[in-house]
């Protein structure tokens, strides 16, 4: 971690989030503790309220952009924000606890950490498993209900959030991630449009030599589904899950991979999850893919 301006530069990408946005803010100062630090919302061509509460607002820098992705809102967010030591992701839909950054933050200062998550519980206060494992040819079938890890790629053992320590990749929804390693690695990739980024971020700082540590000591709630999922999204994920197989593994694993998961999603399908019909006819045709992911010029996503 360098010298810089502020300490923390909070980040948020909004996409008709006016359910959930104040209440994001509010939480703020309270968990910034004596850090400081600075706020960028970047609005992604919201349609509902989100812009005009965001106008209303004096405790942050918003800039207003067209919907080019997640992860490319995200990377505007740091370019519009000051020179900071950390770098504090948070979805619109996310509440921090009070002073839950600054324990993040000493944990980030560890040099060989490049990303830290908190333990994130739901509305009803319940835990939030948010804690994942690689994806590999075992896990990409769905089978989480047998509790393998072999099989399993969300961590779902309360045990597993009881202590610190060091995991492959954590749900993006608040995680402070040190900034000169997020410059470094390029920030997220921007080719994922939505999904799948923070999956990539944390590997590819893995495989830079660090590691993605998770503290109980730091709370803050997600409601989950802030700007809702359709079957549109489902698909972004399904797809996105295979090209970033693809991108670490190479050709030849992916396609068995790829077959798997059209496997997994007619599994779902017949089970009566609707989302994934939609989904399965852009995995077996890719004209039908979402033209945003530039993923339709073959039948193994690049």
Known sequence: MTDASVDVAAVVVTYNSERHIADLLDSIPAAMGDLSYSVVVVDNGSTDGTRE??????????????????AAGMNRAVRHSPDAAAILILNPDAVLDADSVPVMYDVLRRPEVAVVAPRVREQDGSLSPTLRRGPTMGRVGGLSFTGWPVFTERIEDPEQYQTEHEVEWAVGAILLVDSGRYATLGG?????????????FSLRAKDAGWATVFTPAAGAMHVGGGSGESATTHTMKILNRVRLYRRRTGTVRATVYFWLTVATELRRALLGHAKSWPTLRALLKPAERPPLLGASDALLPK
Do not use: K, P, W
């Open 188 to 200: 997220m990739d921007e080719s994922y449009f939505l999904y799948s980024e923070e999956t990539d």
């Open 53 to 70: 509460i965001l106008q209303t607002r004096t405790d942050c820098t918003v800039v207003l952009s067209r919907n080019d992705g997640y």
